[in-house]
């Protein structure tokens, strides 16, 4: 059976500015800007919508300009909206 | 201890050695230029760095960083010079970096005459910067006292992480004198204080409450610090509210205010029954102690009133002396910039002004006719 | 920790002041990963990185890292850097700072010390305008372009760092736009372990204001537009770099050689007897 890696893609949700890069970078179409879940600052959070779609290329972390995407190897493809990186 | 005949720029420049200087930022100018040079050749064998900046606003922002990075910094300088360093100094205020800067005054405005001397840079030597602040301004009136008061400007810096000028002139770097020289274990000598928590704990402006001065952790030392030019909170952060804003400058401000007592310095002569007190500093006070002893000798109670800390002055000094005296003569190169404090701290004497306005050193026969018509 | 920089960021402090789509924030988070990488295989001590920088949006990058950092007056981040560096020439001093900043009312400061070789890493976040202040003129806009202070359009031709820095003397020039990342970080990885005058210029985006100015108001426009006219050369002279929003920007590195950095010269000179 072939191996198929996964991954987990998680936002940082306060720190989410809707600019768009990720969703515009990504080559498998993992993001989608969404309405709804609104950050303290005002900023409609983007969505993690299709972490099964992921290949890992960590072009949205490294295009995030708000330290607010990670991107990790996972058993099964994930993803999770963490609004807080305070305790 | 060593008996030494030196001018005053070498003086300077061995009272900074001995309170361990190590890195020194220089421009060339009239008439500091033997500092750097001498200290060009001496610095290195004492472990020091000796720089020539690209220009005076260079000078002034790497003594800064060399400051935060742990050692003790200094720059030599003259008025066109100092007025380029004006945002680097309100930059050392306001991040309280421990720095000494060496200002020997020339005849200003702008070029003016750069071999000649003056006395026109009182209020620009402290209010050079931009907003509200204190810094400590020291006036030497002999080359003894280049010696000891750099030394001291140094112990002030460290103590109260602020910027202290040693302020004499074009006449006091050049003339030569005799000068009891100590070495470093015969002085005094003081260094900023350091962290007592770890660095999660720690606050790089959280002041001691007893003297208003933070403990100083330097680049390296795993503290993480942030030398902040905008308004700031305890941690370092920008901070543009009112509350960190007022907090902040009233500290800087205090700091200072608050310490005067152990900060002001002053000298008397023949004042315990003047009547007429004359109030000079630098060079031109050497001359009004001759014209003192001699008013005294045609019976006239003449008395002299020499502040060694410009700034803060010591006001409370001043009043107990000028008590008594009935005119208050302030002597000074300038159409009155120390006069103008003395006129606020006394205001219910008598102050009179005698400029003193030339690029020479001033002459017995030039503060008399100064001094004459209000004799 | 969940951002795997969280560890070198003032997280408390997060999200940062810039805007949507600030090419500022993909710099840092450049320079941070390859400082990350570097920490990770010994390379490197962060504790012993001093960051500065200066007066406009770069400049508030010193307010996010956690590192030893300084936010200097107006262009005098490379005047402070090299005092910090002559004090304790153990620490790793970086400059991150703006166009305007570093090559503008810096230019004196930024001439003499590559001249100098001076031992200092040099990022250029450069954006083309002085946002922070609202979009006044700035040395690199391209001419044509309008801002604040040049409402009838920039008649100036725009400055080209990477030129300056190879004829006064840099060792280590390169220049990257922020829609190539990883090129950036590794980049900086390198230079990060060299000695001499390292000058990076980074191309970057500023969609709210000189975006704007340009028609390219939405961030992704914007990264769609630098994609375009950026064009990575290999093997080509810093001299023959292109400097043209309007038609091509030449990326890569332009220049890696060794010579020896102020440091070195300054103790092969300064070879005194200690008292």
């Known amino acids: 059976m072939p191996f198929k890696r996964h991954y987990k893609v998680l936002i940082i949700g306060d720190r989410c500015k809707d600019c768009g890069i990720c969703v515009y970078v990504c080559p498998t179409n993992v993001f989608e800007k969404s309405r709804k879940l609104m950050n303290k600052k005002g900023y409609w959070v983007v969505s993690p919508a299709h972490p099964e779609l992921c290949v890992g290329c960590k072009l949205c972390e490294y295009m995030c300009p708000e330290f607010a995407i990670v991107v990790k190897y996972s058993p099964k493809p994930y993803s999770e909206v963490i609004m807080s990186s305070e305790s | ?375 | 920790m969940i951002h795997e920089l969280d560890d070198l960021l003032r997280t408390e402090r997060l999200p940062h002041v810039w805007c949507p789509g600030c090419g500022i924030g993909i710099a840092l988070s450049a320079f941070l990963r390859a400082v990350k990488m570097l920490a990770r295989r010994g390379k490197i001590d962060p504790k012993k990185i001093v960051f500065v920088s200066g007066i406009g949006c770069t400049g508030r990058a010193a307010g996010y890292v956690k590192l030893d950092a300084a936010h200097t007056p107006h262009g005098r981040a490379l005047a402070y850097a090299v005092g910090v560096k002559l004090a304790n020439p153990e620490l790793e001093v970086v400059v991150f700072t703006g166009d305007g900043d570093l090559v503008g009312i810096g230019g004196n400061h930024f001439l003499h010390a590559a001249r100098r070789n001076f031992d200092v890493l040099v990022i250029m976040v450069n954006n083309m305008i002085y946002a922070l202040t609202g979009g006044q003129l700035a040395p690199t806009t391209p001419q044509g372009v309008y801002t604040t202070t040049t409402p009838y359009g920039n008649p100036e031709p725009p400055l080209d760092a990477v030129k300056i820095a190879a004829v006064a003397g840099a060792t280590y020039i390169a220049r990257w736009p922020i829609t190539l990342p990883l090129m950036l970080q590794k980049s900086i990885e390198r230079a990060l372990l060299k000695k001499g005058f390292r000058f990076i210029e980074v191309i970057s985006t500023c969609p709210e204001i000189f975006g704007r100015h340009i028609g390219y108001r939405d961030p992704v426009e914007l990264l769609k537009y630098l994609r375009k006219i950026v064009r990575v050369r290999k093997g080509i002279s810093p001299l023959e770099a292109q400097y043209d929003w309007f038609k091509v920007i030449d990326c890569g590195v332009f220049l890696d050689i060794e010579r020896p950095g102020y440091i070195e010269l300054y103790n092969r000179y300064f070879k005194v007897e200690k008292k």
């Open chain 2, 1 to 375: 201890m060593k008996v030494k005949f030196q001018p005053g720029n070498i003086a300077v420049s061995e009272g900074a050695i001995v309170a361990g200087l190590k890195f020194f930022a220089g421009y060339p100018i009239t008439p500091v230029n033997e500092i750097f040079e001498y200290l060009s050749q001496e610095l290195p064998k004492y472990d020091g760095i000796i720089y020539q900046a690209e220009d005076e606003i260079a000078a002034i922002n790497a003594i800064i960083g060399a400051s935060w990075a742990g050692v003790k910094a200094m720059t030599a300088t003259s008025g066109p010079g100092y007025s380029l360093m004006a945002e680097g100094i309100g930059y050392a205020v306001m991040v309280e970096a421990p720095i000494v800067i060496v200002y020997s005054m020339r005849a200003g405005p702008s070029t003016g005459v750069a071999t000649g001397t003056g006395q026109g840079d009182v209020i620009q030597s402290k209010w050079t910067s931009h907003g509200h602040y204190e810094l400590i301004v020291l006036a030497p009136n002999s080359v003894q006292e280049c010696f000891d008061l750099t030394i001291e400007a140094f112990n002030l810096a460290e103590k109260y992480r602020v910027p202290v000028i040693v302020l004499i002139d074009a006449v006091l770097s050049h003339m030569s004198e005799k000068y009891v020289w100590k070495s470093p274990s015969e002085v005094k000598l003081i260094t900023r204080k350091k962290p007592a928590v770890p660095p999660e704990q720690y606050k790089p402006f959280k002041p001691d409450p007893e003297d208003l001065v933070p403990p100083m952790a330097c680049y390296g030392e795993g503290y993480a610090v942030l030398a902040e030019s905008l308004s700031h909170d305890e941690r370092g952060y920008y901070d543009p509210s009112k509350e960190t804003y007022a907090k902040l400058i009233e500290r800087l401000t205090m700091k200072i205010i608050k310490n005067k007592k152990n900060i002001v310095m002053s000298e008397t002569y023949m004042t315990s029954d003047a009547n007429i007190l004359f109030i000079a500093f630098g060079s031109v006070s050497r001359v009004v102690h001759a014209i003192v002893r001699e008013l005294r000798s045609k019976g006239i109670r003449a008395g002299l009133f020499r502040p060694v800390t410009l700034w803060p002055i010591d006001d409370e000094g001043l009043r107990k002396v000028a008590s008594k005296a009935e005119k208050v003569i302030v002597v000074e190169m300038n159409y009155g910039q120390l006069y103008r404090e003395i006129m606020n701290i006394l205001r219910d004497k008598n102050v009179l002004l005698a400029p003193v306005i030339s690029p020479d050193p001033p002459t017995i026969d030039d503060v008399y006719s100064s001094i004459g018509e209000i004799l």
